[in-house]
């Protein structure tokens, strides 16, 4: 089950986002192992909203391929009106929708104060038997002699191996880490420590997250698309040439930044955003001119980088009426997204495949800135 897997991404837990992966075409779903982290829903309407949200996945993703649950952005102490973690409620109606779900939590620091998170993914993963997921950011995996107590102590909380966890390197928003000098080469050696101590540990996955994607693109780029190198791919694509490092997976945010809010506000502009191999592409325009910018999107040479998929007939305007919303936007961006750079992936570790599959019934016993990233600076489409 998964035995192909290759990209690991973190999604929003959206409606867009979920309309994006249940539209992947048949060999991408069986190479990407996606990680929902679940908007924070008004209690008195949790239930409601966890249910949709586990129904529309059933839908769309289906039964077939494994995902990852995530609750990051719920406070330690929320409670369902029973008294239980929402996380708890969510994998119960996952259950009787027959998801192939696997609970993801942070070490202890990042979700208390308190267990009651942590306690709450140990006995889901328990009665489960498909392992669990665990993020940890890069402050606290860029020096091994930090990291090593964060994953006894977290491992030691969940009862867990390390054979029966998958591992995230996340490292985030890429221009919001503190790397002085030299800050590509600060981000790959942290991260290949990091790599190398969970491979001593038999961690059953790893995977290094980043992201480019800034928490927002200005008016000023209405005229100009914004161009952002891809730091976390170069990366990845350096740490596994690497012979010294061990087998990592690859895993992004898509096309939103993690840091953007769930709340609604003023109105959206309109937005394209995409990605290349190299970069990510992001065009923005005036909230009632998607028509407008979607023909020029289309003429664009960046759309010839994007492989076939639906999202990018739908850029094309293939199949599809009329704009559409902020929704249907965010669907055929990610969908986009996630089929190019899954196939950019795939590209890197064919010859030869380093990358051993996620196997989740292999259980064990035992405000955005590019500035000092060594980035090349961001310029106007050449049209």
Not at 114 to 142: E, H
Not at 285 to 306: F, I
Request: charged share 25%; hydrophobic share 35%; glycine share 8%.
């Amino acid at each position: 089950m998964k035995g192909t897997t290759v990209y690991s991404p973190i999604l929003r837990g959206k409606e867009g986002e979920v309309r994006a992966l249940g539209s992947l075409e048949p060999k991408t779903q069986n190479l990407v192992l996606p990680m929902l982290d679940v908007p924070v829903y008004d209690v008195n309407k949790l239930s409601e909203k966890l249910c949709q949200l586990v129904d529309h996945i059933g839908r769309t993703w289906g039964t077939a391929h494994p995902l990852l649950f995530d609750m990051s952005r719920y406070q330690p102490e929320a409670v369902t009106p029973d008294g239980s973690h929402p996380i708890e409620l969510l994998f119960e109606q996952a259950r009787q929708r027959k998801l192939l779900a696997i609970p993801v939590t942070g070490p202890e620091e990042d979700r208390g104060p308190g267990d009651r998170y942590l306690k709450a993914v140990r006995d889901i993963a328990k009665r489960q038997q498909r392992g669990l997921g665990l993020r940890v950011a890069f402050d606290d995996y860029r020096s091994i002699t930090i990291l090593r107590p964060i994953l006894d102590e977290t491992l030691e909380t969940l009862a867990s191996e390390p054979g029966e966890v998958d591992l995230y390197l996340d490292a985030g928003p890429v221009a919001k880490l503190a790397l002085g000098d030299a800050p590509i080469a600060k981000l790959i050696e942290g991260t290949a420590n990091a790599a190398k101590l969970a491979s001593a540990m038999e961690f059953r996955s790893i995977t290094f997250v980043g992201t480019s994607i800034p928490d927002s693109v200005g008016p000023q780029y209405n005229s100009r698309p914004c161009r952002v190198p891809r730091i976390e791919l170069e990366a990845w694509r350096l740490l596994q040439s690497n012979r010294e490092v061990p087998n990592i997976h690859f895993g992004d945010y898509g096309v939103m930044s993690p840091l953007q809010s769930d709340s609604g506000g003023s109105r959206p502009p309109s937005r394209i955003r995409l990605s290349t191999a190299s970069e990510h592409v992001l065009f923005r325009a005036e909230p009632d001119a998607y028509l407008h910018l979607r023909s020029t999107v289309s003429r664009s040479p960046v759309m010839k980088e994007q492989v076939n998929s639906w999202g990018r007939r739908c850029l094309l305007g293939q199949g599809v009426a009329g704009p559409g919303n902020a929704t249907d936007w965010v669907a055929r961006d990610t969908n986009a997204s996630l089929e190019t750079t899954c196939r950019s992936v795939l590209k890197h570790v064919g010859e030869p495949v380093r990358v051993p599959p996620i196997d989740i019934r292999r259980v064990g016993t035992n405000a955005w800135r590019q500035e000092g990233l060594d980035l090349p600076s961001q310029q106007p489409d050449a049209q």
